[in-house]
C-alpha cells in the first residue's frame, strides 16, 4: 500500500520556516566555530595545526559511510527524526570541545561533532527538497534552495563576524564562550525541528521490499550521478577553503590584516544574503552546467587573488582580498542553488534520500580533507593552498561539460513538474 504523501512545498507556511531556521541556526554554529576551529583547537590542546588538522581529518574520515545508512533510513522513516538526532550529536560533539585539554578528547569530540553533521547534512537537503515538489515552475529548486542559501549566508554572516571579534580578542575565555553558545543554539534547533515539523512519510516508504532493497543498486549503477558527486566533491573543497584556510593564512602570513578577517567573512554573507535572489534570476536562461562552469572559474580567481599579497606591495593587500572575497561570493551564489537542484532533479523520486545523501557526502570529503590539506600545503608554502585551489578550479570546467552529456537533459534545464 504506497504511503499518502503531503509535499512541504504544499504544507503549513510554520513548516517552512521551522525548517528555515533550523538551516539558519546551523549555519551560525558553523559561521562561528570554523574560522576560529584550527586557532582554537591547537591553544586549547597544545597540538600543532598540522595535528590538529590531522586529527580533525581523521575523525571526519571514519565517518564518511555514515550517509549510506542515513540515506536508506531517511527514504524508510522520513527526515524529520534523523535532522533532530543529528542536532543533538553536533551539540554534545561541541561540549566535548569546551573540555578538550589531549589529543584523545579532541579526537572524540571531533568523532561525535562529524557524526553529527554527517546525518544532518544527509537528511536535511531531502527536507527541503519536498518544499519544491508541489511547484509548477520547472526551475522551483532553484529559487527554494536561493532562499535557503540567503538565509543560511545570513546566519554563517552573523557567526563569522563574532568570530572575528573573538579571534582580534586573543581570549581563550572568548573562544569558550563562542563554544559554549554553539551548543545553546543546536539545542534550539533540535528542539524547532521536534516542535515545528510535522512527522511525515517518506516517498518510497510505500514501496514494496525488493524495490525499496533495490535504492543503492540503483545509485551504484548511475555512474553519471557518481561522477556528479565526486565533481561536487572538489566544488566543495573550494567552498569550505574560506572558513578553514583564510584565517591562519592572514594571521600567519599578513598579520597586519588580522583586523580584516571578521570584516571580510561579513561581507562574503552580506553580499549572499542580499544578492542570491538576484543571482537566481540571473542564471535563470543557462543551463545548469554552464552555471557550473562559471563557478568554477570564480573560485579559481578567488584563489588567485588571494595568494597575490605574496608577491604585492602592501597597499595592494586590501583591493587583493576584497576582490578575492567578491568572486568566492559569487562563485558560492552560483554553485549552491545550482548544484542541489541538480543533484535532486537527476536522482529518481522513490529513493531521493539515498541520492541526496550520497551527494551530500561530497560536502562530507570536503571537510575531511580541507584541514588536513591546508596544514600540510602551507608547512611546504603558504601560496601551495593557494595554487592548488586555483588548479582545481579551472579543472572542473571540463570535468562539468564532459559530464553534461550522460546526464538526463530534464535535469540539467529543470525538471517540468505538474501544474
Known sequence: MIAQIQPLGRGRPGEKVSIFLVLMTDSVVNGLFVPMSLLYLSATSGESLVRVGTLLSIAGAITLP????????????????????????????????????????????????????????SSVFTLVSYLADGDSDARARERWFGVIGSLRAAGYGVGALTAGVILSMQSNLAWRGAIAADVLLLVAAAVLVGAGVPDRAAPSAGHDGEHHERGYRVLWADRPYLGLVALNTVFALCNVMLGIA?????????????????????????????????????????????????????????ACLTMAPEWAPRVMWLPCLVTAILCYSAAQLVHSPVSNALAADAAPDHVRGRYLAIFQTSFAVATVVAPLMFSVLFEQSSSAPWASLVLLGLLTIPTTLFLASRLPKSALLGRVMPA
Do not use: E
Open 66 to 121: 555514515l550517509p549510506l545508512w542515513v540515506g536508506r533510513l531517511v527514504d524508510g522513516v522520513g527526515p524529520k527524526r534523523v535532522v533532530l538526532v543529528a542536532q543533538l550529536l553536533q551539540a554534545a560533539g561541541f561540549a566535548g570541545y569546551l573540555v578538550t585539554t589531549s589529543p584523545t578528547m579532541l579526537f572524540l569530540a571531533a568523532f561525535v561533532t562529524s557524526l553529527g553533521q554527517r546525518a544532518f547534512w
Open 246 to 302: 583564510f584565517p591562519p593564512f592572514v594571521t600567519h602570513r599578513l598579520p597586519s590584516m588580522i583586523w580584516a578577517i571578521g570584516p571580510l567573512l561579513a561581507t562574503n554573507t552580506i553580499v549572499q544574503a542580499i544578492f542570491q535572489p538576484l543571482v537566481v534570476r540571473l542564471i535563470r536562461p543557462f543551463s545548469r552546467d554552464r552555471s557550473l562552469c562559471l563557478a568554477g572559474s570564480l573560485w579559481a580567481s578567488w
